[in-house]
Every structure is written in structure tokens, then in C-alpha cells.
């Protein structure tokens, strides 16, 4: 059972184009994280967020509790921003870095 | 920006024999974790790291595993006997009490 699931798997966008990812959880959290994996393998993390919404720069996460639902968009899209984007939730009452991971969405933004 | 690292980026090794995966993670952070990504699959969640003992650990972490902090900067992950099915990233993370984790470039372990 994937208690993590993403949407789109894989997403394809034209420069300059809004991007949204979704990612549906089954279980209580303490907090969701997004995060970014290269190409080379290498993870970034985006956003922690346990309410509410969070900004930095391009990119904008959201998280609606009561649906186990979060989102993370992305405003006018880049190739430099074609990565895997992941998103992970902490269980509640376990250790923070007890991670569930979704599968990814892999994205490629073509110029 | 204060950075994770990891050592070796690659490591090869025969089934059998010992590894020892290492970090250097951030240094005012208290909380280490290993995960590990078979290739193509998702990242799976090994252990949690605090306050020099393992606070939770998943069913993949089993007696072949270990974890140490030796010397209070360097964080290594242990595998006593690898398997092929050990074959895979290892990435290292370290977090202060309440921001996001920094993740390390990852080990990529091959065992053949």
C-alpha cells in the first residue's frame, strides 16, 4: 500500500509555464516535506511545512490537513527547474527524520 | 552555506565483505538520519540518529547495519556482510530541532 502517492509521474511543460504537483497521504502527519533530486541523484530540500502555505522565489507549497493533501507549484517554469520532485511526510509521533517518500514526479521543462 | 558531505561518492565492493559509509554532517545540527534509494525506486528511510543513540530505525535496518558518531563530526553508516540487494544510494541528512533536512550528495554503493 503507498501511503505517499503523487501526480502527475512524469510532467512535461513548455518554458514559462505554471506547474502544479500533487501529493495525496493516508496517514497522520507531523509535517510534509517537498524536495528535489537532480539528475545527478542529489536531493534538495524545498519546503517543511505542517499548515498553511510557504513561498521562496518561483516555488509555492501548500498543505490542506483536514484532506491529507498538498501541493507544490511552480510559477513560471524553467528548464533548470526539470528534477524529480518528491514529496515526504513525517509520521505522527515518530522521529522527524522517519520519512514515508512518494515516488517522485519527474519534471522536464523544455525551452 | 554550510553543507553535508559524504565519502567515498562511489563505492564498489564484493558481496561478503564490510563497508563503512561516511558523512560529515552540519555542525550546530542534532539529528542524523541514512536513507537509501534503490536504483529506481524511491528513497527508503534506515535510521534517526540523536543524542549518540539510534531513535528509530526501520525493518531494512537489521543486524547487518550499524551507526556510529565517533568523534562528534563524522557520522558513519556500517554494513557487516553486503548482499547484492544492498547495491544502492545511501544519502546521509542532518536537521536542527525544527527546519528541513539537509541532505548530503549521496554514496552510491555498488556490490557485486
Known amino acids: 500500500k503507498n501511503e505517499v502517492e503523487q501526480s502527475p509521474q512524469n510532467l512535461t511543460a513548455q518554458e514559462g509555464e505554471f506547474i502544479t504537483i500533487n501529493c495525496s497521504y493516508s496517514?497522520?502527519?507531523?509535517?510534509l516535506h517537498w524536495l528535489q533530486q537532480h539528475p545527478g541523484g542529489g536531493i534538495v530540500s524545498l519546503f517543511m511545512?505542517?499548515?498553511g502555505k510557504k513561498k521562496h522565489g518561483r516555488l509555492i507549497a501548500t498543505i490542506n490537513i483536514q484532506e491529507k493533501h498538498s501541493s507544490l507549484h511552480i510559477t513560471a517554469s524553467h528548464p533548470r527547474d526539470s528534477a524529480v520532485y518528491i514529496c515526504?511526510?513525517?509520521?505522527?509521533?515518530?522521529?522527524?527524520?522517519?520519512?514515508?517518500f512518494g515516488k517522485g514526479t519527474k519534471l522536464s521543462v523544455k525551452p | 552555506e554550510p553543507e553535508v558531505t559524504q565519502t567515498p561518492s562511489h563505492q564498489v565492493t564484493q558481496m561478503g565483505q564490510e563497508v563503512i559509509l561516511r558523512c560529515v554532517p552540519i555542525?550546530?545540527?542534532?539529528?542524523f538520519y541514512w536513507y537509501r534509494q534503490i536504483l529506481g525506486q524511491k528513497v527508503e528511510f534506515l535510521v534517526s540518529?540523536?543524542?549518540?543513540?539510534?531513535?528509530?530505525k526501520s525493518e531494512i535496518f537489521d543486524d547487518q547495519f550499524s551507526v556510529e558518531r565517533p568523534d562528534g563530526s563524522n557520522f558513519t553508516l556500517k554494513i557487516r556482510s553486503t548482499k547484492l540487494e544492498d547495491s544502492a544510494m545511501y544519502f546521509c541528512?542532518?536537521?536542527?530541532?525544527?527546519?528541513?533536512?539537509?541532505f548530503g550528495p549521496g554514496t552510491r554503493l555498488t556490490v557485486t
Open positions: 515526504a511526510v513525517s509520521i505522527y509521533g515518530g522521529s522527524q527524520g522517519n520519512l514515508i
Open positions: 496517514v497522520g502527519i507531523s509535517a
Open positions: 511545512l505542517s499548515s
Open positions: 555542525s550546530n545540527h542534532l539529528y
Open positions: 540518529f540523536y543524542n549518540n543513540e539510534i531513535s528509530e
Open positions: 541528512a542532518s536537521q536542527t530541532a525544527i527546519y528541513e533536512q539537509y
